[in-house]
């Protein structure tokens, strides 16, 4: 069974470009939420989706936004990138059902700004 | 709100020596807490987590952490460590049982020495 998969790896944008990251959720998980880590810092949270809908939403601008799709794949866009966009963004997925309901890391998107 | 002071920054400790990693969270409501790991370049892994019952949590790779509610504190410790526990350690707490976003502390590096 694979585990929560996120694509690229590695990223190197330039300030005022646009930039899409993606993540597949494990199988069986419907709710996806998204974290920004910059460095040596822990993560913060950015946002969740969960029935194609975002549910939460962190403090961060509206140059973040996401999508999730009917397969519960999720992306993350965001606009406009600054410098201080440079982090490592992970993805946790969830399983259906009832709770505890674990949240699942992906290995994380390192995206650099230049 | 919540939220996660994790005391100390960097802890260096000999090989086969007992660790302990310190974290106290802060909230006006019951929380669930958790320690993650974090080894180089690679995401987020669940080492433990409480959500009720017994204040003492055994979790994987020989590590445990006590729940103290009079005293707000949630410390990780481990009786023996070895050089692969070089890592980040994120202490985190999480609102209720759903899959409500995730508040990590800012993290403390564990580095062993040989």
């Known amino acids: 069974d694979a585990g929560v998969t996120q694509s690229p790896t590695h990223l190197i944008k330039t300030r005022g470009q646009q930039v899409t990251l993606r993540c597949s959720p494990k199988s069986g998980h419907d709710t996806v939420s998204w974290y920004q880590q910059a460095l040596g810092q822990g993560p913060q949270f950015i946002f969740q989706y969960y029935e194609e809908e975002e549910r939460q939403r962190g403090n961060f601008p509206d140059r973040f936004s996401g999508h999730q799709f009917p397969n519960y794949s999720s992306e993350l866009n965001v606009n406009a990138l600054l410098l201080g966009d440079s982090a490592l963004y992970l993805c946790?997925?969830?399983?259906?059902?009832?709770?505890?309901?674990?949240?699942?890391f992906g290995p994380g998107t390192r995206l650099t700004v230049t | 709100a919540q939220s996660v002071t994790q005391l100390d920054s960097q802890v260096p400790v000999f090989e086969e020596a007992p660790v302990e990693l310190r974290c106290n969270y802060s909230?006006?409501?019951?929380?669930?807490l958790f320690w993650y790991v974090q080894y180089p370049n690679q995401g987020l892994q669940l080492l433990l987590k409480y959500l009720s019952g017994s204040t003492l949590v055994k979790g994987i790779n020989g590590f445990e952490a006590e729940f103290n509610k009079s005293q707000t504190s949630f410390h990780l410790r481990k009786p023996s460590v070895h050089i692969s526990d070089t890592a980040e350690y994120f202490c985190a707490v999480r609102r209720d049982s759903s899959a409500s976003k995730i508040i990590f502390g800012s993290g403390t590096r564990l580095s062993i020495r040989p």
């Open positions: 946790a997925s969830s399983p259906r059902g009832s709770a505890p309901r674990e949240q699942y």
């Open positions: 909230s006006s409501v019951s929380v669930y």
